[in-house]
Every structure is written in C-alpha cells, then in structure tokens.
C-alpha cells in the first residue's frame, strides 16, 4: 500500500485538521464528535441543511458545506456512518429556528443513524425532516442497501436544496425540492480498479488486467456485471444507456449532465467522455443546459466514473446557477 499517511488509524482526523486550516474562511470543523459548519454560527431564521457519510468520498460532504448549499456535515470513518451523537450535534449547531433537512444516502448505516440523530434533535424540539438519495440505477439492493444507492445524484440534490434554503423556502417547501430532484435524477458508475482502503491495506475488490466492473458502488461494493475493458465510447454508452431507460429520459428534456471521476481518474479521460455522453444526447433530441465534470464524489483512488442525469426545469435551473461557495463548489460570488 502506497498512500500520503502517517497512521491509517489518524487518516480522517488529520485530514480534517487541514481542511480547516486551508478553508478556514469558509468552514469550522468541531470536535469530539467531529462535524464540519458553515463558517459563522446558524443563520437565524433560515432552514439548515445537513448531510454526511463516511470519509473516503471527498469532497462529499464536508467539500459542500457553506453559502448555498450544505450549513453542515458529518464526516464518518472511511466507508463508515457518521455516529448518531455526530449528526446530533451537528443539527443543533447549525438550528437557526427554521428547522433542518437532513439529506441522507440510502445506505443501511446512514439511514439508520440519521434516524436516530433526528429522533435525538427533536426530543429537544427541533424540528428536522429527511429526504433519501436514491439515484444508482445499477442494482436495486447491494452489500450496503436495501433499496438503491445514492451515488453521484447526491451532489445535485445538496446544491438545488441548499440554493431553496438560501432563498428563504420554509422547512416542507426546501424537502419538496430535495424529493423533486431525487426523483428526476439517475445515475451509474464503473471501476477500472479498486480503492484501497487505510486501514484494510489492500484493494476492496480484484479486477484483471483485462476488466471492469460495471454498475460499481462508491464503497467498491459490486455492480451488474465484470466485463472486458472496452474503450471510452463504449463504456459511456453501457452507463447512459441503462440511465436513460430508467426514468426514462426523452426527447425534448433539458437536463443537466454529471460525468464524476471516482477519485484516480485524470481530468482529460473524464471530457472526453462527457463529449460522448453529450453527442449521445443530442442525438437523441435531449439538450444539455447544465453540466459538472470533474472529481465531486469519490471512492479513494478508484480509477473509473459515473454518469449522472438531472431533468431540469426553469426552477431548477435557477437554484443550480444561484451563487455558490464552499470548499469545492464556487460560482456567482
């Protein structure tokens, strides 16, 4: 195992030490629980947005907390779910009278802990809803779910819920976009190679030098299929394809496009395929009015991708483009 560490055991604790340090206009990182705010205390009179998971997937979470998207985040160990104890704390920093929405992935360990960490805010009369992300359409349970994963979908799902709770959208009206979104969008993703994690010290999963896995997890938890390695235009196509049938997306839809690198994949392989996914798309009378490439949600070094579609409207649009500004995602400032 090579990695830039010092004690896998210390991995998540010193890394958020320097992500407050090279952040620190933007975002406070607590302690003992671990959380990440928005710089400057709860905005009074404004809905909270929170989300989390387990570390391994940055910028995911912590990457998005600040103006116009998430007001905090709770970082678990790698792979791991954030505590109920974490998400607890996290929901009362950031309460500014308004209530909370708590943006949970569908997995089994996020799902059960964030149930928890809201029944444990609203003993105290917070008042907190969930939205669940839900959007791989890979499988419909794996090691990790009952249910779809939340994948890629969930970068989406926080900016368009945290740019309604920066407009001033009440509690139920911030969920109902939350839900709007999760279920307009979709996604999928592939391996080249498997991640590795710290403290395990070998790769999650094999793969030849000859295959890929189609329909990975973000966690290296299996997909559809191992299948020889094809060149960029033909893995683009077996990820869109299934996307595309699964809403299904048609002609005459806006939407947004997301190629996301899962970590070890170079910024050049990722164009390029986002320049086929775009050229599928035209093909098929869908207009491309909103795109993001690049690394947003990732599984350590994992070579490989996903592929995201967002059906857009004229509001979504509007909360897409509205200013942004946190670690990871910045625009309109």
Partial sequence: MKKIINDPADVVAEAL???ALAHADLIEVHRDPDFITRRGGPVQGKVAVV??????HEPLHGGFVGHGMLSAACPGAIFTSPTPDQIEAATRAVHGGAGVLHLVKN???DV??????????????IEVTSVLIDDDVAVKDSVYTAGRRGVGGTVLVEKIAGAAAERGDDLAGVAAIAERVTATVRSMGMALTSCTVPHAGKPTFDLGEDEMEIGIGIHGEPGRETVPVERANGIVERLLTPVLYDLPFASGDRVLLFVNGMGGTPLIELYLAYAHAAEVLEDRRISVERRLVGNYITSLEMQGMSITLLRLDDELIELWDAPVQTP???WGR
């Avoid at 989300?51 to 391994?56: A, E, I, P, Q, T």
């Avoid at 059960?112 to 960490?117: I, K, M, R, S, V």
């Fill in 17 to 19: 030490t320097g992500m």
């Fill in 51 to 56: 989300s989390g998971g387990g570390s391994g």
């Fill in 107 to 109: 997995y089994t360990g």
């Fill in 112 to 125: 059960l802990n964030f149930e928890t960490g809201a029944e444990l805010a609203m003993a105290d009369g």
């Fill in 328 to 330: 990871a995602l910045r």
